[in-house]
């Protein structure tokens, strides 16, 4: 059976009691408030709901899960990051992912003193679970960090579950395209699997980047711990108006997407006949990966033109991600491209 003890989450944080606030002591809405040292004037002048209830309350009806189920945060960075704090003691601990993949693991990794193993994907972009294997054996691993549809490739990963099945820390699989895909989230898989975050986002297929809001969905023990260290009031209040609004208005997101989608189709199918190319990858997201000749070259090249894209040449070779646009950005970018 697997357990939320001291070997899998920090000592200080299964101790922890965390801060008690204001809206923590009385969560009630009507009243005469005079406990959180509030101005009484203003139209921003009350702290937000610390729990995010409406907002967890919608989500839920959207994505078939339990409130509980649920922990809101400042975009995804923050719920990687909270995860290390919570599951890995500094100077001490490991986690491990895979490369090419999201470099802000490596920073987050960093910041709070975990040595983050690396293990490359295959040729294919797949997971080489034998190279994984070989990590599993190592008491100080507890953490694996997993990105699906994958950036900056792109893919799907297959057969995660076969980690969630032979991994017995804690593994995150980080969904900020799944939107955008055809496979099917993993938040239907926590209840099978206590050892489990799926973490998604509202920065890309939702349009919200400016907002900052990300989530982590897990069991309700785990979403506890998030709730104990984040910090009291963590979603603005702007923000959680922003989120509740699009999520009121799914029918705008689905228009959005498919025209995103489409777009996609568009501009794999232009890049294949551009002298430059030499691979276009297979996309489960909104971005594209593609082998030119000279990635570097490329790349300066379109700054030029003031089309902005990213060099990943120091991740995979000669590779360029392109996120597909409006119908006007990506004709100017096919054109540009078009003519190097
Ligand atoms: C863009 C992206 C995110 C989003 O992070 P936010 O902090 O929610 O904006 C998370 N993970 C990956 C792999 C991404 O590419």
């Not at 204001?22 to 005079?34: K, N, P, T, W, Y």
């Not at 980690?163 to 395209?177: C, N, P, R, S, T």
């Not at 300066?300 to 070779?317: E, H, Q």
Request: some cysteine.
């Amino acid at each position: 059976m697997f357990e939320l003890d001291d070997n899998i989450v920090r000592k200080n944080i299964l101790n922890l009691k965390p801060y008690s606030s204001a809206r923590d002591e009385f969560s009630g809405d009507d009243g005469v408030f005079l406990d959180a040292n509030e101005n009484p004037f203003g139209e921003l002048n009350r702290y937000p709901d610390p729990y995010q209830k409406e907002l967890k309350k919608k989500l839920s009806e959207i994505k078939s899960i339990p409130s509980e189920n649920i922990f809101i945060g400042n975009g995804s960075d923050e719920v990687i990051d909270l995860t290390f704090r919570i599951f890995c003691n500094p100077g001490k601990d490991k986690a491990l992912t895979f490369s090419p993949g999201y470099g802000m693991y490596d920073i987050s990794a960093q910041i709070n003193d975990i040595e983050l193993i690396k293990v490359p994907l295959n040729q294919s972009f797949q997971i080489d679970f034998d190279a994984v294997e070989k990590c599993l054996n190592d008491k100080a691993l507890k953490l694996i960090l997993v990105c699906s549809p994958n950036n900056p490739t792109g893919n799907i990963i297959d057969n995660i579950e076969l980690l969630l099945q032979k991994f017995k820390g804690i593994v995150v699989i980080d969904e900020a395209y799944i939107d955008f895909s055809k496979t099917d989230s993993f938040i239907t898989k926590i209840k099978a699997f206590p050892n489990l975050i799926v973490s998604q986002t509202f920065s890309k297929a939702w349009g919200l980047a400016a907002s900052r809001v990300g989530t982590a969905y897990a069991s309700d023990q785990v979403i506890s711990l998030f709730n104990k260290v984040k910090p009291p009031y963590n979603v603005s209040g702007l923000n959680q108006k922003a989120v509740l609004k699009a999520l009121k208005n799914y029918s705008e997101f689905e228009k959005r997407k498919s025209i995103i989608l489409e777009q996609k189709s568009w501009v794999e199918k232009q890049l294949q006949g551009i002298p430059v190319v030499k691979k276009v990858y297979h996309s489960d997201s909104n971005f594209i990966l593609v082998e030119v000749t000279d990635s570097d070259n490329v790349y300066n090249k379109l700054i030029r033109k003031k089309v902005i894209i990213r060099n990943r040449n120091s991740l995979v070779k000669n590779c360029i991600r392109i996120t597909v646009g409006t119908p006007e950005e990506n004709k100017t970018l096919i054109k540009e491209l078009s003519e190097l």
